[in-house]
């Protein structure tokens, strides 16, 4: 009889040495790291299939490496009829608050520069945001 380790306390589970690997063997805020990078992908996946639909000009970096663009740049930067909106995707409840340092200089200076920019765990709210300021 083995041991049932979706039981064990997350304590217990960070001081095993030998930590087998698998989701059974994760601790609470490891599986919340993953659920959170699961819907973040999901919501980009969704919002760039939207854009491409409507022929919106979309920058957006890969999340599956490292990125290439400078640290703090949105996830999507959206170009349509001489406009521009930049959109970043949280997945927390307040994305807001979980902004990096250079993501939050990001966001101001764009706000100063009379950009537009939203940062949400919605796709709904971007979409809405992005006709709105896109003037689609």
Request: aromatic share 10%; with cysteine.
């Amino acid at each position: 009889m083995g041991l049932d380790s979706t039981l064990l306390p997350d304590s217990f589970k960070r001081l095993m040495a030998d930590r087998p690997k698998g989701k059974e063997f994760r601790t609470q805020a490891e599986a919340e790291v993953v659920y959170e990078k699961g819907f973040e992908r999901e919501l980009h996946v969704q919002f760039e299939n939207w854009c491409n639909l409507n022929n919106i000009q979309v920058i957006h970096s890969r999340m599956d490496r490292r990125t290439t663009n400078e640290k703090g740049v949105p996830d999507f930067v959206c170009c349509f009829g001489g406009h521009v909106v930049f959109v970043e995707y949280k997945a927390h409840a307040h994305p807001l608050a979980h902004l990096t340092e250079e993501q939050e200089c990001w966001r101001l200076g764009a706000i100063a520069s009379h950009n537009q920019y939203l940062c949400t765990n919605d796709l709904a709210d971007a979409i809405q945001f992005t006709k709105k300021h896109l003037m689609i």
